[in-house]
């Protein structure tokens, strides 16, 4: 199987969407992707996503952005990382995983952040064995701005 790991291009972002709907599918939470491939367009430059590639098909992607934590510093926030259900086990989502670190490790990062679903047993595990501490008693708050 040949792995590539690259940062998305714009010719990506229609197959990216169709992920990003799988992903929230597979979140149980389909009506929360609001964005377009037209609003990823607009937004490229604010827009930092690597793609897995496997024979040039689009895979599975991981999201980010820079952040400033009053108790760190200079950290990278990991928004969404995913892979496609039939290409799970194959070292995608690490290899996307650790193509975020490096990339924070690039900026001069103190730390990455991210969130977990409680249920995904299967991802608390994996982010574990990374090195990851997982705090529990936190809760997600948005307050969307239309």
């Given at each position: ?10 010719e990506d972002f229609t197959t990216l ?26 937004d490229k430059d604010e827009f ?99």
């Open positions: 199987m040949n792995i590539t790991i690259r940062k998305a291009e714009p969407f169709s992920l990003f709907r799988e992903f929230a599918t597979f979140q149980n939470t389909p009506e929360k992707v609001l964005i377009t491939p037209e609003q990823l367009l607009k930092h996503c690597f793609v897995a590639t496997v024979n040039e098909r689009i895979v599975g992607f991981a999201t980010w952005f820079a952040a400033y934590y009053s108790w760190a510093g200079k950290s990278v926030y990991l928004d969404d990382l995913y892979v496609s259900s039939e290409f799970r086990g194959y070292g995608i989502g690490k290899q996307l995983f650790d193509q975020v670190i490096e990339t924070a490790r690039e900026l001069q990062c103190k730390k990455v952040r991210w969130l977990v679903s409680c249920w995904n047993k299967k991802a608390i595990e994996f982010y574990k064995l990374q090195g990851a501490t997982v705090q529990e008693g936190e809760f997600i708050c948005d307050l969307m701005l239309h």
